[in-house]
């Protein structure tokens, strides 16, 4: 697996998405779309990302019939462009693969002011499937634009880093809890943020609550973009499940 994101993103781009990180959070209001650049941006970064069974498509408008409202959750408001992404239907791990690949495109849109909302579920399927290929299904869709709550990130709620881990993260060496803090910024389905991390020897293990989902490939491009400056392996465990990270080398950034 690991193979599908090794050198798939730039450095460049990487570091770029983290710097964005503090600033995302799933928008729900906005205030106006995407400007034409910005969408004209958008899409060119939709191609490049839309790799090995992957495809993202861009709609100008039609969000606002695209979303299902539903009562006791937050209403959408000022909607108008969004984002399909398709998978081949052959493509193994594709919920994981779609989830790396679409919050790569959501931390795109935080770097031009933008801010955008997965959604998997509670959406008008016949509106998602207008421009579907053959071989294709529907993975997720997500509404964007400019928010209506500039400091809406301010506001993103996450469980504190010890909940996830049984030993104290702030005795692993700085790469470890930087990347485990780039996790734990993940969004995840409801909020539940099932991650479960640890660290040991000199290896960082991370895992959600199943290997294939679009929850942990999200959280797998917030750890891309915390390793952008190390040299490091990454691996799939014999669980298929737990992920293992572990730098080539002691060095300690300074």
Known sequence: MAEFFEGFFSTP???RWMDAMPRRFSCREFASPADLAQFSALSYTAARLSKKGIRMELFQQGANDLVVPLPLFPRF????QY???YADKDLQQAELKAGICGEAFQL???TQGLQGCWMTGNYRKLTAVEQMKDNEKVMAVMPFGVPKDKDGASRSKRK???AFSNDD???WPYWAYRAAEAIRSAPSALNRQPWKMSFSGSTLSFAGNKHDSIDTGIAITHLLCAMAD?????????DNKTYLISVKDNHEPV
Request: net charge negative; charged share 10%; glycine share 4%.
């Open 108 to 110: 795109e849109l935080v």
């Open 230 to 238: 190390q040299e490091y392996s990454l691996r799939l465990a014999s």
């Open 13 to 15: 781009q990487l570091t």
């Open 160 to 162: 504190i880093l010890t």
């Open 83 to 85: 984002m399909v992404i």
């Open 169 to 171: 993260p702030t005795l």
């Open 77 to 80: 408001s000022g909607l108008m």
